[in-house]
């Protein structure tokens, strides 16, 4: 199940954290919470069960609807996918990578298709974590501070989607904020 918590951007250390200033799973909070801060959320229906051994390919052509619908205004002309399972042998650079506080020149749209992963949203004196989870779409908009995080075991698999040819290009912020909150297990 989806779930946000809001805490405080000052949040002491990952083992004993400030109290959240808000806790919910309910998509329609969710999606409130987040949209007062400009970060679009919902949740489309992942119809295909992928083979485990579906590639990049197979997951593109499976989810060609929903990819045409969010190409459909010009915005985001580039996709990919990407999985990550726990036997990845690049599972555990990817994590480290990911969860250094980054920006992108462009929006961050993803979309779950399986699995889940972990969005911390660093938005003026408040980190927003977002556990996103099969079925969610989330857009990220440009030059908002963020980490993610797919657990040390990860299982996701998400559509992604960009406005240039290049796909993921951050920028690192070097602010070592993320290794005061609370990572997926």
């Known amino acids: 199940m989806s779930r946000l918590s809001i805490h405080p951007e000052g949040n002491t250390n990952a083992t004993s ?5 808000l806790e919910s799973d309910d998509p329609a909070v969710i999606k409130a919470e987040l949209a ?3 970060i679009e959320f919902q ?7 992928l083979h485990q051994n579906s590639i990049e390919s197979d997951i593109l052509a ?14 985001y002309p580039t996709v990919d996918a990407i999985r990550i399972t726990p036997d990845h042998p690049d599972r555990e650079a990817l994590r480290q ?11 961050e749209v993803r979309f779950f298709v399986e699995g889940r ?3 911390c949203l660093h938005i003026g004196a408040e980190v927003l974590q977002v556990l996103c989870e099969q079925n969610d779409c989330i857009n990220v908009p440009a030059g908002t501070r963020h980490w993610f ?10 559509v992604r989607f960009f406005d240039n040819p290049e796909g993921w ?11 005061r909150f609370a990572k997926l297990p």
């Not at 954290?17 to 200033?21: D, F, G, I, N, Y």
């Not at 949740?43 to 069960?49: D, I, L, R, S, T």
């Not at 290009?169 to 290794?179: C, L, M, N, V």
């Open 17 to 21: 954290p400030a109290e959240p200033l």
């Open 43 to 49: 949740h489309w229906p992942a119809k295909v069960k």
């Open 97 to 107: 990578k990911f969860l250094a506080e980054h920006t992108h020149a462009e929006d």
């Open 62 to 75: 499976a989810y060609a609807v929903e990819i045409a619908r969010v190409q459909a205004d010009g915005r």
């Open 149 to 158: 995080d797919m657990g040390s075991k990860p299982q996701f698999c998400a």
């Open 169 to 179: 290009i951050a920028s690192f912020t070097g602010d070592a904020i993320a290794e």
């Open 36 to 38: 007062k801060r400009g």
């Open 117 to 119: 992963g972990l969005f």
